[in-house]
């Protein structure tokens, strides 16, 4: 247990995942925030899976408390009642952490449907976009807070046919940097975390259903294409989360930061 996030509030978007093997990155990053002291809104489309999250936080009997909370960020109304329900709870926000993403339905440009075009950026970009306008004014007003947005290594360098997903990640970079720039005289933070090949259920058990691949194949070939042998995990993303939350990164922002084992500066 420690104390870098003691006393903050924070909202984590995607705070459940899907079933699979091994925990994703916006449960691990939640009880990451939670272990260092801060009090962290559970948000996920899925209320139940939300709670199973603040389960797990009060059985490790955390100081930083833990609200689970049912929405859908990609509704108009979505994001604004998320924010109403921090500030409810807890009186102020201090972190945003932002873990949406999907690309069912992907593919190359050309043979892609307008439907899964729509859905991936609506989800993907326009509710980050939309999390970010209703939080980001409470944090002007405290004149503090750190926005932590969850990009991919797709957006700046890995070759793909998941083309609306590579797109709507890079957008989700350039927000960062925008927003970045145009709050840091208000006290506020912005930064985007890249993943690579994190070993998560909706990064290797949702793949290798679709393609019909073992999970331990699937997963090997993810990584041997890592330069550190491996995979990641979400523990990688979550603590490279805390680190951006916390005063430890007071002097970061607008930085789109890969964790990915070397994959974007792998040559050949």
């Given at each position: 247990?420690?104390?870098?996030l003691?006393?903050k509030?924070?909202i984590?978007?995607?705070?459940?995942?899907?079933p699979g093997?091994?925990?994703?990155?916006?449960?691990?990053?939640?009880?990451?925030?939670a272990?260092?002291?801060?009090?962290?809104?559970?948000?996920d489309?899925?209320?139940e899976?939300?709670?199973?999250t603040?389960?797990?936080?009060?059985?490790?009997?955390l100081?930083g408390?833990?609200?689970?909370?049912?929405?859908?960020?990609?509704?108009?109304d979505?994001?604004?009642?998320?924010?109403?329900?921090?500030?409810?709870?807890?009186?102020?926000?201090?972190?945003?952490?932002?873990n949406?993403g999907?690309?069912?339905?992907?593919?190359k440009?050309?043979?892609?449907?307008?439907?899964?075009?729509?859905?991936?950026?609506?989800?993907?970009l326009?509710a980050?976009w939309?999390?970010?306008?209703?939080?980001?004014?409470?944090?002007?007003e405290?004149?503090?807070?750190?926005?932590i947005?969850?990009s991919?290594?797709a957006?700046i360098?890995?070759?793909t046919?998941?083309s609306?997903?590579?797109?709507?990640?890079a957008?989700?970079?350039?927000?960062?940097?925008?927003?970045?720039?145009?709050?840091?005289r208000k006290?506020?933070?912005?930064?985007?975390?890249?993943p690579?090949?994190i070993?998560?259920p909706?990064?290797?058990?949702a793949?290798?259903?679709v393609?019909?691949?073992?999970?331990?194949?699937?997963?090997?070939?993810?990584?041997?294409?890592v330069?550190?042998?491996?995979q990641?995990?979400?523990?990688?993303i979550?603590n490279?989360?805390?680190?951006?939350?916390?005063?430890?990164?007071?002097?970061i922002?607008?930085?789109?930061l890969p964790?990915?084992?070397?994959?974007t500066?792998m040559?050949?």
């Amino acid at each position: 247990m420690g104390e870098r996030l003691a006393g903050k509030v924070a909202i984590v978007v995607g705070a459940g995942q899907t079933p699979g093997e091994t925990m994703g990155n916006g449960r691990a990053t939640a009880i990451a925030f939670a272990r260092e002291g801060a009090n962290v809104l559970l948000v996920d489309r899925h209320g139940e899976s939300a709670a199973d999250t603040a389960a797990l936080i009060a059985a490790e009997g955390l100081v930083g408390g833990a609200e689970p909370f049912a929405a859908d960020i990609a509704t108009d109304d979505g994001p604004a009642s998320v924010r109403d329900a921090a500030v409810a709870a807890f009186g102020r926000i201090d972190i945003l952490h932002n873990n949406v993403g999907i690309g069912h339905g992907d593919g190359k440009l050309v043979d892609l449907e307008p439907d899964a075009w729509d859905r991936i950026m609506n989800v993907n970009l326009r509710a980050m976009w939309l999390m970010c306008k209703a939080v980001v004014p409470v944090m002007v007003e405290q004149r503090a807070g750190s926005v932590i947005n969850i990009s991919s290594i797709a957006s700046i360098a890995a070759a793909t046919t998941l083309s609306a997903y590579k797109i709507s990640k890079a957008g989700v970079n350039a927000m960062t940097q925008t927003l970045a720039m145009t709050h840091a005289r208000k006290g506020v933070r912005v930064n985007a975390i890249l993943p690579g090949f994190i070993d998560t259920p909706m990064g290797v058990d949702a793949p290798a259903k679709v393609y019909g691949i073992e999970r331990a194949d699937f997963a090997k070939v993810r990584a041997d294409r890592v330069p550190l042998g491996r995979q990641g995990t979400a523990w990688d993303i979550a603590n490279t989360a805390v680190f951006l939350a916390s005063d430890e990164a007071a002097f970061i922002t607008g930085v789109l930061l890969p964790v990915d084992g070397g994959q974007t500066v792998m040559v050949g």
